[in-house]
C-alpha cells in the first residue's frame, strides 16, 4: 500500500464506558466532522477550547484491505476558514464531538445523537509499535477490527442503532 501523497494510518481503536478523569486531560478539542456525500471525504474543523486556535483540514481515507491496526491509507490537505466554508456548502452528514488528549490517547466523547459514546484511539508511525500497544486501562472492548466504530459509519448511525452495540458491549447509558 503505497502513495505519493498519502501515507499509511495505524491506529488502535478502544470502547470506553466513560469519559476519563478530567485530572487527566492535557488539552480539549471541538471537533465538527462533514463526511461529504457520495464520497471518502471528510471536512474537518478542529477548535482548541483552551486558546479558540481553529484548524481545518479536508482529508481522504482508503481503507485497509485487511483487519488489523493499518486503517489504510490518508491524505490531509489544511485549509483556511474561507477556503472550508466553500467546502462546508456541499452536501454531508455531520459528526460532533469533544477531543479529550490522554497521551498517548485521543478519546473522543460523542455529541448527540451518540452521546454516551467514548471511544480511544492510539496511533502509531509502525506495525510493531501498535501490536506492542496495550489496551488501556478503562477500556471495555478494542473495537480497531469493528467497522461500526468508524466515524465515516458513525456519522449515519441512529440512536437506537448506538444503543443496541453498546448493549452488545455491556454498556447502558441513561437518557438526560
Keep these: 500500500m503505497t502513495s505519493k501523497y498519502a501515507h499509511v494510518e495505524r491506529e488502535r481503536r478502544f470502547l470506553l464506558a466513560a469519559p476519563p478523569d478530567p485530572a487527566a486531560v492535557t488539552a480539549t478539542r471541538r471537533i465538527t466532522d462533514r463526511y461529504l456525500d457520495g464520497t471518502r471525504l471528510r471536512l474537518r474543523r478542529m477548535a482548541r477550547v483552551d486558546d479558540g486556535t481553529v484548524v481545518y483540514k479536508f482529508t481522504q481515507k482508503l481503507p485497509a484491505e485487511r483487519p488489523g491496526p493499518v486503517q489504510g491509507l490518508i491524505t490531509n490537505t489544511y485549509l483556511t476558514a474561507a477556503e472550508h466554508q466553500v467546502l462546508a456548502a456541499l452536501p454531508a452528514a455531520v459528526l460532533s464531538k469533544t477531543r479529550l488528549s490522554v497521551p498517548p490517547l485521543g478519546i473522543d466523547v460523542f455529541d448527540p445523537p451518540l452521546h454516551g ?12 509499535a501498535a501490536e506492542a500497544f496495550r489496551q488501556p486501562a478503562g477500556a471495555v472492548a478494542e473495537v480497531t477490527a469493528d467497522a461500526r466504530f468508524t466515524g465515516g459509519r458513525l456519522v449515519r448511525t441512529g440512536r437506537a442503532e448506538l444503543l443496541g452495540w453498546l448493549a452488545g458491549y455491556g454498556i447502558a447509558v441513561a437518557e438526560a
Aim: glycine share 0%; proline share 0%; aromatic share 8%.
Design 117 to 128: 459514546l467514548v471511544l480511544a484511539e492510539a496511533e502509531f508511525t509502525s506495525d510493531e
